[in-house]
């Protein structure tokens, strides 16, 4: 039942009723930017400056401004129709068409005494669904997917300096007992320690290599609930790190680390989202470093990475067998689109342990830096198909958390459950416009979608366990929830090992 159609047909809105005033966008951006400089039909566009008739049918404030600039968009082709010259003339046309449609659809609802001709009969629920498939906040979902990527990549170097910290405490003092040396039972615990002149180990002992590689595999898990302003959706990520430090000195070390993610995201179909589907991946360079004196400790992160996204996603515009059966048909077609990121990290931390034999409690706290582009793109397969610019994106964050380490030592193993929590919170990242255009718009009036405020205060608990054997070989599993964000729930699960020369 669903055509596609390439001629263009009359569109026309209520010259009757107009205003001389643009409608300030947020943060003083214009919505609707209306061209008057054909001077052979000014008269014409002026009496063809269009109505809010589509714009006040819309729910949200997003469906708000989308209907406002498709009006703008049909009012426009009304004062100069769709140029037969034109090398896109047909996708013009097809552009005209559908406007015309969701205008006189919103006319005939909001008894305007417009146009009717071109009535889908379709509803109020209907009619936002249209809008929301037409304004393209999926895009959205690029920043935030490839933004949580990059935080992954430095919470993996994170964890691998609080391993490197613990080793000079819990890890390095209880590996004793499986390495063959001397030691003693303290406390009737079955932690071992090693016998030494100071009463622990010291950097002289053998018990801490200079050199380490070490390999991680995760996965993780995102699901996404639908707000007035973006899309809901779930997410499957995994990836690897791979990475080496070395101890310059007994105090400073050194470190790098590459990753590799790939990620499947759909977008959840409901009463306003037709569906669609992303699929990105991503690559990164770690550099690190950590000096420490005792039980003191400060850390360096800096990372730069690359990913590229495909996105694929559904234009859903209904309509009654009635209306199709006069040739107002709506449209059903799927839109595709790549585009490319480019990520910059950086995050400074420090933090003290404590040791009571066979518990560690460590408190840690961190700034963190990131700094996101992601390119400007243009969609293909519809005739609503947009161009999306450029989206930058900066945040800022602080994190405070405590890590406990237990310790278990045995003749084969040392086993070390752990839990840690930590409490994040952000400053400069912030609700976005997200700026488009109809690729077939000779005008390119600029539609804007305004992205949720991020959440400003949310929370990281996870728990896991590392095991250190007899041969120097480590292996580990990590879980970590977020907590208390508004709208996404997010589970991530690294395992791990690593060898020390």
Not at 134 to 162: I, K
């Amino acid at each position: 039942m669903w055509m596609k159609r390439p001629v263009s047909r009359a569109c026309s809105v209520n010259a009757n009723k107009h205003t001389n005033a643009i409608r300030p966008g947020i943060q003083g951006i214009p919505l609707l930017v209306i061209s008057l400089s054909f001077a052979s039909t000014l008269a014409v566009a002026q009496d063809f400056m269009p109505v809010r008739t589509l714009g006040q049918i819309g729910i949200t404030e997003n469906n708000q401004r989308v209907g406002d600039a498709v009006q703008a968009v049909c009012g426009q082709f009304v004062a100069e129709n769709p140029d037969p010259a034109a090398a896109n003339f047909a996708e013009q046309s097809a552009l005209f068409d559908a406007c015309g449609e969701m205008v006189h659809t919103a006319n005939r609802i909001a008894n305007s005494g417009g146009p009717e001709g071109r009535d889908l009969g379709i509803g109020v629920v209907e009619l936002n669904a249209a809008l929301q498939n037409a304004a393209g906040e999926e895009s959205s979902a690029v920043s935030s997917l490839a933004t949580e990527t990059a935080s992954s990549q430095t919470t993996v170097v994170n964890n691998r300096m609080a391993t490197l910290i613990s080793s000079s405490s819990t890890l390095k003092i209880s590996s004793a007992s499986i390495l063959g040396q001397s030691a003693i039972v303290v406390a009737d615990k079955d932690l071992q320690y090693p016998l030494s002149s100071g009463g622990a180990a010291s950097a002289d002992d053998g018990l801490r290599s200079t050199f380490g590689v070490y390999a991680n595999v995760a996965g993780a898990f995102t699901n996404r609930s639908s707000t007035n302003d973006e899309d809901g959706f779930t997410a499957d990520g995994s990836g690897f790190v791979v990475g080496a430090d070395y101890f310059i000195t007994d105090s400073f070390l050194l470190g790098a680390a590459f990753g590799f993610s790939a990620s499947t995201l759909d977008f959840r179909v409901s009463d306003f989202v037709a569906g669609g589907s992303m699929d990105s991946e991503q690559t990164s360079v770690t550099g690190y470093g950590m000096w420490f004196s005792g039980n003191k400790y400060v850390n360096a992160v800096v990372g730069v990475g690359q990913g590229s996204a495909d996105l694929e996603r559904r234009i859903l515009i209904q309509a009654t067998d009635e209306a199709i059966a006069l040739g107002n048909d709506g449209l059903n077609d799927t839109v595709d689109a790549s585009t490319d990121t480019v990520e910059t990290r950086l995050s400074l931390g420090a933090g003290m342990e404590s040791n009571t034999g066979w518990l560690t409690l460590a408190a840690f706290g961190r700034i963190s830096y990131l700094d996101l582009t992601v390119d400007g793109y243009d969609e293909a397969g519809s005739a609503l198909a947009l161009r999306v610019d450029e989206q930058d994106v900066e945040s800022v964050t602080s994190s405070l958390g405590f890590r406990l380490v237990g310790a278990y030592s045995n003749q084969a193993a040392v086993i070390l459950p752990q839990f840690s929590f930590e409490w994040v919170r952000e400053y400069s990242d912030d609700e976005r416009q997200i700026v488009s255009a109809y690729v077939n718009d000779p005008r390119q009036n600029s539609l804007v979608v305004v992205t949720d405020e991020p959440d400003r205060n949310y929370f990281i608990a996870g728990i896991g366990a590392s095991a250190v054997f007899r041969n120097g070989i480590q292996a580990f599993v990590d879980v970590k929830s977020l907590l208390d964000l508004d709208s996404t729930h997010q589970t991530a699960v690294t395992l791990g090992g690593r060898y020390e020369f």
